[in-house]
C-alpha cells in the first residue's frame, strides 16, 4: 500500500476529523494563515483552531478539484460543503497552499470565494 500524498493527506484529515493524524502530519512551528484572522502560529493552536472549526460545522467535506505540485510547495483547488451549528447549509470554493520540511507541514495558507462566515 502507497502512502497517501502529504498534501492529500491533509484534507481527508479535515475531512475524518482526525486530530491524532493531524498532530502527526503538522510540524511544532507550522503557520496558519486563514481569512479574517492574525496567522496561527504553532500546532497546538492550529488543532485548537480545527476543534473550533469542527464544532462551527458539524458537517463539512472537501472535495479536492486539482493539486500542482512544485517540490514540498503544493496548491490544493477545492470545494467544500456542509452545515453549520445553526443546520444552516454551506458550501465554499478556495485554495490552500501548502508547504513541507521534513515530510511536515511548515505552512498552511487559505484563500477562499465566500468569506461571510469569518
Given at each position: 500500500m502507497t502512502e497517501i500524498d502529504?498534501?492529500?493527506?491533509f484534507f481527508q484529515?479535515?475531512?475524518e476529523r482526525d486530530l491524532e493524524a493531524a498532530?502527526?502530519?503538522l510540524d511544532v512551528g507550522t503557520q496558519f494563515s486563514f481569512p479574517k484572522t492574525a496567522p496561527i502560529i504553532g500546532k497546538e493552536r492550529i488543532l485548537k483552531f480545527?476543534?473550533?472549526l469542527f464544532?462551527?460545522?458539524p458537517e463539512?467535506?472537501?472535495?479536492i478539484i486539482r493539486v500542482i505540485h512544485d517540490g514540498d510547495l503544493a496548491a490544493v483547488h477545492w470545494t467544500d460543503r456542509g452545515v453549520n451549528r445553526k443546520n444552516e447549509p454551506y458550501e465554499n470554493e478556495g485554495v490552500t497552499i501548502l508547504?513541507?520540511?521534513d515530510g511536515k507541514i511548515v505552512s498552511i495558507s487559505d484563500f477562499f470565494k465566500n468569506t461571510e462566515q469569518w
Amino acid at each position: 500500500m502507497t502512502e497517501i500524498d502529504p498534501f492529500l493527506k491533509f484534507f481527508q484529515i479535515l475531512n475524518e476529523r482526525d486530530l491524532e493524524a493531524a498532530d502527526t502530519l503538522l510540524d511544532v512551528g507550522t503557520q496558519f494563515s486563514f481569512p479574517k484572522t492574525a496567522p496561527i502560529i504553532g500546532k497546538e493552536r492550529i488543532l485548537k483552531f480545527l476543534r473550533i472549526l469542527f464544532r462551527t460545522f458539524p458537517e463539512l467535506t472537501f472535495t479536492i478539484i486539482r493539486v500542482i505540485h512544485d517540490g514540498d510547495l503544493a496548491a490544493v483547488h477545492w470545494t467544500d460543503r456542509g452545515v453549520n451549528r445553526k443546520n444552516e447549509p454551506y458550501e465554499n470554493e478556495g485554495v490552500t497552499i501548502l508547504e513541507l520540511k521534513d515530510g511536515k507541514i511548515v505552512s498552511i495558507s487559505d484563500f477562499f470565494k465566500n468569506t461571510e462566515q469569518w
